[in-house]
């Protein structure tokens, strides 16, 4: 086992040095950028695992933790490349499928295009296939990388070299699969927490025709990494003979199921979290559920999330042919405060769609997503704003 993990190690070594090498060849101008990995640390709990930690040299060194599982942290690093010569590449994005994450996209697309020359598409699609996409080469940016909804398949990438994080997007962001209306928990004070579910007399409020004498609940869009998260928290609790799991096909079906329901301030139980629209704009509140530990949540997940990390992630070649993108990406700052302006433009203008609210921010932002790019990007992102340009890789909506 032991060789397997030195071999897998330096194979790794190796072609970062050969990536480097070649990309070094060229004639042009050494450019700096800082990459941003998730890195390992070891939590003591009842589970014996191998595990690994970086150094400098970017070599893999191998110890045997025993009792141990892994967590995250972010590691910021420099790396130095060499701006490419000849035309420039296109760079595609995982269009995921929820308002944030498009309407980030819509901004980097246009930033990209418009202030560095990169020409830009997109592919739509949920979390899981889009993050697969990342991994072949299928896209090269992913705006919202959620942990620690996604960890398993993070690590397990990261270990293989087939993605980098070169910053945050959002900041940090509460969820949960347990959110009721607060005017539910006025008229019932005593319910409180999830395994208030259990309790007959709660469980009730939330039973329909299809869920029979279950307790219905809303929980992840079908094909979201936190739709086996919230699986695994609902037979962790116990609450498997109490509530039915209702998956929503999509992020609206989610949000107009929870919008009618609070409309009727009818008893509605799901999923919901903090920059998603129904949370910037309603009245909620979260079940108590046990403190999350790094020891509960990679064994039964019979605890509340973590606050999510959520990161930019970009497939490994970008850095090299797109530097300059990837230094922009790096200060990238689109945190939730940010992103609450833009739902009360959106409440405010219910006609505009995503496109219409990246011209509308970037117009009036320029104070914020100047200090994400040089004087010459910023100079010509806003001449095409001034000449009313859109995006070219925009997709029809």
């Known amino acids: 086992m032991f060789t397997k993990y030195r071999l897998l190690a330096l194979t790794l070594a190796m072609a970062l040095v050969t990536a480097i090498a070649v990309v070094a060849c060229s004639p042009a101008d050494p450019v700096t950028v800082e990459v941003t990995r998730v890195v390992t640390e070891q939590v003591e709990v009842e589970v014996e695992k191998v595990v690994t930690e970086q150094v400098e040299v970017e070599v893999e060194v191998e110890k045997v933790v025993e009792k141990a599982v892994e967590v995250t942290r972010v590691v910021t690093e420099t790396v130095e490349v060499m701006a490419p010569e000849g035309p420039k590449e296109e760079i595609i994005f995982g269009d995921l499928n929820w308002s944030s994450a498009l309407l980030q996209n819509r901004i980097a ?108 609940l809303v929980s992840c869009v079908i094909g979201w990494a936190c739709e086996g998260v919230n699986a695994a928290q609902v037979e962790g609790y116990g609450l498997s003979d109490h509530v039915e799991v209702i998956n929503p096909g999509d992020g609206a079906a989610l949000n107009a199921d929870l919008y009618g329901a609070y409309e009727r301030e009818e008893p509605w139980l799901g999923y919901q979290w903090g920059t998603n629209d129904p949370a910037l704009k309603l009245d909620l509140v979260r079940l108590e559920e046990p403190e999350y530990t790094a020891e509960c949540w990679f064994t039964t997940k019979a605890c509340a999330y973590q606050d999510a990390t959520i990161l930019i992630a970009v497939y490994p070649d970008l850095p090299g042919r797109a530097p300059e993108v990837i230094e922009m990406l790096r200060q990238w700052d689109f945190n939730i405060n940010i992103y609450k302006a833009v739902v009360q433009w959106q409440d405010a203008n219910p006609d505009a769609d995503v496109k219409q609210t990246a011209t509308w921010w970037l117009n009036n932002n320029a104070d914020i997503w100047g200090e994400w790019v040089t004087a010459d990007a910023a100079a010509s992102i806003q001449a095409a704003l001034d000449a009313g340009e859109e995006a070219d890789g925009w997709p029809t909506e």
């Not at 997109?122 to 990388?145: C, R, S, W, Y």
């Not at 980098?164 to 005593?190: H, R, T």
């Open 109 to 216: 697309q246009y930033i990209v295009e418009k202030g560095y020359g990169y020409p830009t598409d997109v592919k739509f699609g949920a979390t899981l296939p889009l993050f697969q996409g990342l991994q072949n080469g299928d896209t090269h940016v992913t705006m919202e990388i959620w942990l620690p909804n996604q960890d398993a398949a993070w690590n397990a990438a990261r270990e293989d070299g087939a993605v980098l994080s070169v910053g945050k997007s959002l900041g940090n962001d509460w969820q949960s699969a347990f959110v009721i209306p607060a005017y539910l928990q006025e008229q019932y004070p005593d319910l409180d927490s999830v395994e208030d579910l259990k309790d007959p007399q709660y469980k009730e409020l939330f039973q329909t025709a299809e869920t029979g004498d279950k307790a219905r």
